[in-house]
């Protein structure tokens, strides 16, 4: 991409998450849309989760949700957009990819979700596969409007804010 | 999104591509990955297909096609970045969506594809539902080598290009 | 398969339903998975829309409504088997498939769907590309007990049953 | 289901699946055509993966493996059937599912590959969500001709067949 690697902040997660078959096109490698699915997988693993779940996430330290948990919630999420660069092409992987992720931007009814997509052979994340963001927005779920994130769920997920990524274009 | 709508350039195809009840999430709404994969089908059915494929497309005018068609081919090509922007969320349509799409860039071995997701109440294409890019390359099959585009396909192409879409961030 | 081509119920309705390319494996045919996805798309087109749908389904005639309409409603479904085999692989087309579907049991609380995949080309029927069955019960959507088909929805799906169709094993 | 439990043939293997959050449906339940691809993923991992692949599997004993291996092999396959049984819903586990698999049938040209779907709290597969069988077919990758297995492919595969399961209809 350029010379200088992305710099991993602090707070950033990261997720495990399994690569199918498929996901691979003709060619043998992760698709485009797929791609997507991958880091849709590591933001609700990561910020969706109900609290009882979170405890028991396994390998990463628990995350801070955010106050919606699934249907029935009262607060919904809608993506705002979503970017998405490849340094390279993803082929099947029997370990799956880890997915870096962290807090770029977090507004007063939206936030962003940074990621690298990265396999476990190389935690430093000196090679992502992958660089994307999530511009997500708090609605309410029956109305559709905008909520603003309360005091308490911004202190608990400002431990996993970090410095936005810059894309190429 | 602003004051100014988006200009349909001349070139621009219009794509049917129906929508599927498994595209959308618990609330209703395509999804987010799913919409990618709208933009993908209308893609591909532009400019993917072999050229006894384009001839009988239908409703559209025969696109131009890329010098790939599927496996076997010795061109393929890879995304190099898809970028996404949401207006509003999109619900299940019976008449599903249209895809208008275009060459924002015409480059030596890649080029981008622009697109508005719009709906057939909608022609005059004032409030699409996404605006959206996709930076693809062409690529030797074999060795993933960037291969560039010939005269006579650059030329069958040109007459798909158009002005690119601003995006929000 | 056999000698005897299958027969086509009186109440039998027709769904077209596009086929994606990325419901194609790496060998051109549309993947098992998917095809159960293009009889799931028939089947809700046919019997699980909300009434207002029904009326504007377009080119099939207006299909008698199961008692639900999505989340929210009272009455889920679950499935309970699922079964197809296959003629042949079927390839990509540009004009989709028709599914054609009818209900070859209609019990207390649960119903049979049985399923050909043609081809607009074959508006007989003589070649099915596949045969299906799904089983369906209706339950509570809040306790998941099962739920008996009340008499009016019974008379109303009355006029689409059919013989079942004869599996090879 | 009945009265006796589903005994486990010797030579079945177990393969772990992530379960991912798309393959939920709106009430919370992995969905059926999702099921159908969970199913693949297990079945693929055991018998279709290159040899290099099969001994890095990890917890599973490296399994014996078809003589194809993707694009390009001489030797493809095709779905001939696939049925499947549910015994309850399963909703999303962060452990995944496991899916027990044998080879119940063992033919000239195909070979029936039967499954149960169970979860880790389960190893003794007591309580399976699912059962279900494909029927496989091997066949040219460039004539689609049917292609006997050979005697060396017939015995590493003999040491995962097992009794055939029994379904309700």
Chains 1, 2, 3, 4 share one sequence.
């Not at 707070?11 to 399994?18: E, M, N």
């Not at 028991?56 to 957009?81: C, D, F, K, N, R």
């Not at 690298?116 to 935690?123: A, F």
Request: hydrophobic share 45%.
């Amino acid at each position: 991409m350029s010379g200088m690697p992305d710099a991993t902040p602090a707070g950033a997660l990261d997720l495990p998450i399994a690569v199918r078959w498929t996901d691979l096109d003709a060619y043998g490698h992760v698709n485009n849309a797929a791609m997507i699915r991958l880091l849709e997988e590591a933001r609700i693993a990561a910020f969706w989760q109900a609290p009882e779940d979170q405890v028991a996430l396994g390998a990463v330290e628990p995350p801070a949700a955010l106050p919606i948990s699934g249907v029935g919630a009262e607060v919904s999420t809608v993506i705002a957009s979503q970017r998405i660069e490849y340094a390279r092409s993803l082929g099947h992987r029997r370990d799956g990819v880890v997915v870096r992720l962290w807090l770029s931007r977090l507004g007063g009814a939206s936030l962003s979700v940074d990621y690298l997509v990265l396999t476990r052979d190389d935690p430093e994340g000196t090679a992502p596969y992958a660089r994307a963001r999530t511009v997500v927005v708090m609605v309410d779920a029956a109305t559709g409007a905008p909520v603003r994130l309360d005091a308490g769920t911004k202190q608990r997920l400002a431990a996993h804010t970090g410095e936005p990524l810059t894309f190429r274009d």
